[in-house]
């Protein structure tokens, strides 16, 4: 879908920059099934239905990026993206340099939420810039070290099926770090899942639990209890934000780190949960803020003293490249597995070359921009507007 131009009033004392100007903004709805469905506790997911987001520039450089909607989160549909980019997010930023990133923040800013959409655009214009000038946008934010070790989200499945998926993961890929997804009643259905995965894996490989909130923080405590001999190296939004007080009281006790994903989207939210104590860590995922603002998560998290982690949204394959990219060029994210594979379940994909992971590790492209290139035939095929 294309929208084209329209009159924007600047701000008093605004001048554009002279870099090339932002064109066209296209949005390409796509469905590609998932050969394995991942299921959590806010929710599952059988389908891709991303949206393809293109931004043409007056230099006919095309900046790639993709939104991947997760109603049962942040209220963002398929639909929805391309809606509210078509008819409000495009005709705001038309005419902008590729250059005037946070001009364009400001102006998305106008409407609340819409995270997906929003980093889209942002990730898209980066994208165009490295492009443009023949740079690797991991280079461009900063560029640390060329590869991360990947960890792989699990979902909900009997035991013994949870624990062979860990061990074919490590036996064919490396993958040695993973994910466990709980917030399923009674309590023990998941501590025996962690149990059993560790007990297949042995000492040395990395456990977490994510609960995507489907605890209270009684039930959240009394699994970290029952898991103590399991060795977690930290775990993630085991109970609902909004209890503050048992949630306060939950990671006041909790002896290892307390990630905050979904209750701090923004660089706001993750200052008031880790100052009011309901988090101890911060998971940074792109496709909800873009490469620009999860620059400025990554940098309150190093001046607040906590651990940042790449989470995953469970992104496509363009979306597992700007979480690598990003993860890639900050220390900080550096430090800790990524979560980047949850791709390999997917039916197909929408790129020229496949990604690949070795040893348990993925290494950023080294092309301009993302690194990447699109099938057209691919795009044609899973589109779903035609």
Same mark, same amino acid.
């Given at each position: 879908?294309?929208?084209?131009?329209?009159?924007?009033?600047?701000?008093?004392?605004?001048?554009?920059?002279?870099?090339?100007?932002?064109?066209?903004?296209?949005?390409?709805?796509?469905?590609?099934?998932?050969?394995?469905?991942?299921?959590?506790?806010?929710?599952?997911?059988?389908?891709?239905?991303?949206?393809?987001?293109?931004?043409?520039?007056? !230099?006919?450089? $095309?900046?790639? %990026? @993709? /939104?991947?909607?997760?109603?049962? *989160?942040? #209220?963002?549909?398929?639909?929805? +993206?391309?809606?509210?980019?078509?008819?409000?997010?495009?005709?705001?930023?038309?005419?902008?340099?590729?250059?005037?990133?946070?001009?364009?923040?400001?102006?998305?800013?106008?409407?609340?939420?819409?995270?997906?959409?929003?980093?889209?655009?942002?990730?898209?214009?980066?994208?165009?810039?490295?492009?443009?000038?023949?740079?690797?946008?991991?280079?461009?934010?900063?560029?640390?070290?060329?590869?991360?070790?990947?960890?792989?989200?699990?979902?909900?499945? !009997?035991?013994? $099926?949870?624990? %062979? @998926? /860990?061990?074919?993961?490590?036996? *064919?890929? #490396?993958?040695?770090?993973?994910? +466990?997804?709980?917030?399923?009643?009674?309590?023990?259905?998941?501590?025996?899942?962690?149990?059993?995965?560790?007990?297949?894996?042995?000492?040395?490989?990395?456990?977490?639990?994510?609960?995507?909130?489907?605890?209270?923080?009684?039930?959240?405590?009394?699994?970290?209890?029952?898991?103590?001999?399991?060795?977690?190296?930290?775990?993630?939004?085991?109970?609902?934000?909004?209890?503050?007080?048992?949630?306060?009281?939950?990671?006041?006790?909790?002896?290892?780190?307390?990630?905050?994903?979904?209750?701090?989207?923004?660089?706001?939210?993750? *200052?008031?949960?880790?100052?009011?104590?309901?988090?101890?860590?911060?998971?940074?995922?792109?496709?909800?803020?873009?490469?620009?603002?999860?620059?400025?998560?990554?940098?309150?998290?190093?001046?607040?003293?906590?651990?940042?982690?790449?989470?995953?949204?469970?992104?496509?394959?363009?979306?597992?490249?700007?979480?690598?990219?990003?993860?890639?060029?900050?220390?900080?994210?550096?430090?800790?597995?990524?979560?980047?594979?949850?791709?390999?379940?997917?039916?197909?994909?929408?790129?020229?070359?496949?990604?690949?992971?070795?040893?348990?590790?993925?290494?950023?492209?080294?092309?301009?921009?993302?690194?990447?290139?699109?099938?057209?035939?691919?795009?044609?095929?899973?589109?779903?507007?035609?």
């Amino acid at each position: 879908m294309l929208v084209q131009s329209t009159t924007q009033t600047a701000p008093p004392g605004y001048e554009p920059s002279t870099a090339a100007r932002i064109l066209e903004v296209r949005t390409v709805p796509y469905a590609i099934p998932y050969s394995k469905p991942l299921k959590f506790a806010s929710g599952s997911i059988a389908i891709a239905d991303n949206v393809l987001v293109e931004i043409v520039t007056s !230099d006919g450089v $095309v900046g790639i %990026a @993709e /939104a991947p909607p997760r109603p049962y *989160t942040y #209220g963002e549909t398929q639909a929805s +993206i391309v809606a509210v980019i078509e008819q409000i997010f495009a005709p705001a930023i038309i005419g902008l340099s590729i250059l005037d990133r946070e001009q364009v923040r400001s102006r998305l800013a106008r409407t609340v939420g819409n995270p997906t959409a929003k980093a889209a655009i942002n990730m898209a214009m980066w994208d165009a810039w490295g492009k443009t000038i023949g740079t690797p946008v991991h280079s461009l934010l900063g560029g640390f070290t060329d590869q991360l070790q990947v960890s792989h989200m699990l979902g909900f499945d !009997d035991p013994d $099926v949870v624990a %062979a @998926e /860990a061990i074919q993961l490590r036996e *064919t890929l #490396g993958i040695s770090s993973f994910k +466990i997804k709980v917030g399923r009643r009674p309590v023990h259905l998941d501590v025996a899942v962690c149990k059993a995965v560790r007990g297949a894996l042995g000492p040395d490989a990395e456990l977490y639990i994510d609960g995507n909130r489907g605890w209270t923080a009684a039930e959240s405590a009394l699994a970290i209890r029952q898991l103590e001999d399991v060795g977690l190296s930290r775990v993630e939004e085991l109970c609902p934000a909004d209890d503050v007080l048992g949630r306060r009281w939950l990671v006041s006790q909790c002896p290892i780190p307390f990630v905050a994903d979904e209750s701090a989207p923004t660089p706001a939210d993750v *200052t008031r949960e880790i100052l009011a104590g309901a988090a101890t860590a911060v998971s940074i995922k792109t496709a909800r803020t873009g490469f620009s603002d999860s620059l400025r998560v990554s940098h309150l998290a190093e001046g607040l003293g906590i651990e940042a982690v790449i989470g995953n949204q469970i992104d496509a394959h363009i979306g597992t490249v700007c979480s690598l990219i990003f993860g890639a060029s900050q220390e900080i994210t550096a430090r800790s597995a990524a979560e980047l594979s949850n791709y390999l379940d997917m039916a197909d994909d929408l790129l020229q070359e496949p990604l690949l992971i070795e040893n348990g590790r993925m290494r950023v492209p080294d092309g301009p921009g993302l690194g990447i290139r699109l099938d057209p035939e691919k795009v044609t095929r899973y589109r779903v507007d035609l």
